[in-house]
């Protein structure tokens, strides 16, 4: 598999502080990778260095073998990649259809009617509440509607940020049934911050660890769901 995403030694500061420490990840094309750690991590900070918000002060990001690191946020996702935020960040006083046209909009509307099929049958909740304004969804609606309004772009890569957060045991399973859909019948790399270690690392075929801002360890999801270390801090009630 060839590498889609490579982080190379990333440091990242807000200020004085320093977030990120030299981090270096790979993402392979067809791939889900997870990222695992505890609040505070610097795992949110790593997805918005990604896409130039904070800008990485150290290190080199590439996207396809082209330095992406410099680049504005709008070139990066013209490139293919899509992300969908940490607390779902939806524009709640438009409706369901504005919310995604805003997500097609970065590619000028390609494949707007195939990708809107696609987000259907994935979260068929869309279809129903497509006129509703969507400060009036659920938490799992709104949820639905970032990663769907990401999806409209027609990324080859997306970036998705604690999708899980908040959300209802039955909504979680659907949110992940819905990831690992997309990776096995459209081939979407994904590179997924969770802080549901269980559900991510069972759905990752590659996963990475940090903590206070450093990479500590990596392996498969399988591997790592195994390790005793692992499961004392982030399957047995660990934070």
Do not use: W
């Amino acid at each position: 598999m060839t590498t889609l995403l490579a982080l190379e030694n990333i440091s990242t500061f807000y200020g004085p502080v320093q977030a990120l420490r030299d981090v270096s990840l790979e993402v392979k094309a067809g791939e889900i990778v997870t990222l695992i750690g505890a609040n505070g991590a610097g795992k949110s900070t790593l997805m918005m260095t990604i896409f130039g918000t904070p800008r990485a002060k150290s290190g080199r990001i590439t996207y396809q073998g082209r330095d992406i690191t410099a680049l504005a946020p709008f070139e990066i996702a013209r490139l293919g990649l899509a992300q969908s935020p940490e607390g779902r960040r939806i524009f709640p006083r438009m409706s369901v259809e504005e919310n995604l046209l805003m997500g097609a909009q970065v590619v000028k509307y390609a494949n707007y009617d195939k990708q809107l099929a696609l987000v259907f049958e994935l979260f068929p909740r869309i279809e129903e509440r497509f006129a509703q304004r969507a400060g009036t969804l659920s938490g799992g609606e709104q949820q639905m509607l970032a990663i769907a309004r990401a999806l409209m772009s027609k990324p080859k890569l997306l970036l998705l940020d604690e999708p899980s957060l908040g959300l209802a045991p039955l909504v979680i399973k659907q949110i992940f049934g819905a990831i690992r859909q997309l990776n096995r019948e459209t081939g979407l790399t994904v590179l997924l911050v969770e802080q549901n270690a269980n559900q991510a690392l069972r759905l990752a075929h590659r996963a990475y660890v940090l903590v206070n801002g450093v990479i500590t360890m990596q392996g498969s999801g399988p591997e790592l769901l195994a390790k005793p270390e692992i499961r004392a801090a982030y399957l047995e009630g660990g934070h």
